[in-house]
């Protein structure tokens, strides 16, 4: 995926009259952590230092494996979404 379709995912919002989308993670899509990583310009080890900290940062993940993480679509979308800010909104 890339940075111009979450941009697009980011921007896409729900009808007024159907209410908040329920997430459907067998189906909303999945990340690995090289994705991620790439998507949010940062290395892989500070996806993998954020899940090993105290407290665990970063997007929600799940542990497949012990070699094997993902991040579903829509839970990388809400954490981007939580961090965002908005100058004109902190006046």
Not at 13 to 34: F, I, K, M, N
Not at 44 to 65: H, I
Request: no cysteine; aromatic share 6%; charged share 20%.
């Amino acid at each position: 995926m890339t940075l111009h379709h979450l941009a697009h995912l980011l921007r896409a919002e729900a009808p007024a009259s159907s209410g908040p989308r329920p997430v459907d993670l067998l189906h909303d899509g999945w990340y690995t952590t090289d994705e991620v990583a790439a998507l949010l310009g940062v290395d892989a080890s500070t996806l993998r230092r954020w899940r090993t900290s105290q407290p665990v940062q970063g997007p929600p993940f799940v542990r497949l494996t012990s070699r094997v993480t993902m991040y579903s679509v829509p839970d990388v979308q809400r954490w981007l979404e939580s961090r965002r800010v908005d100058p004109s909104e902190a006046a």
